[in-house]
């Protein structure tokens, strides 16, 4: 990845956001997330752990494969609802991810990872799923 940055404009927050760029883009990092806000254990807003701290991850790009991954990684068979708009609260924190991208069958850590740093967003397009527990789950999106 290549980062333009002109003569003049680079400010202690373009600082960390290129630093965030280089430890995020293209690496196979495990990352830890959680759900928040929901009405059960198996829902709620996506939260992803980066460097000690807790953020979001904007709604851009995010559809089935993006949910099935979270929810493989926390253990269930796939995702049953995929949630854009904030469904489950804007998140308190950071938004450190403008886009995710996985393919099917994706496991989360390999997806391509793109941050705010490239692209803002703002919390009411934070994401959220509802994960199958294989109980009085309709299995649609």
């Given at each position: 990845m290549t980062i333009y940055v002109q003569r003049g404009e680079?400010?202690?927050r373009h600082h960390i956001a290129i630093l965030l760029v280089l430890l995020t883009v293209g690496s196979n990092v495990a990352y830890d997330i959680r759900?928040?806000?929901g009405n059960s254990k198996?829902?709620?807003r996506v939260e992803i752990l980066v460097d000690g701290s807790w953020g979001?991850?904007?709604d851009t790009?995010?559809?089935v494969a993006e949910s099935d991954a979270v929810c493989k990684k926390l253990g269930y068979e796939h995702g049953s609802h995929t949630y854009k708009g904030a469904h489950f609260g804007e998140g308190p924190d950071q938004i450190l991810?403008?886009?995710v991208?996985?393919?099917k069958g994706m496991d989360f850590d390999d997806c391509h990872f793109e941050p705010t740093s490239i692209q803002p967003c703002s919390h009411h397009r934070d994401v959220g799923v509802k994960c199958n527990t294989g109980e009085?789950?309709?299995g649609k999106f």
């Open positions: 680079c400010s202690a759900l928040v806000n198996h829902e709620g979001t991850i904007c790009n995010w559809w991810f403008y886009s991208n996985c393919s009085d789950d309709d």
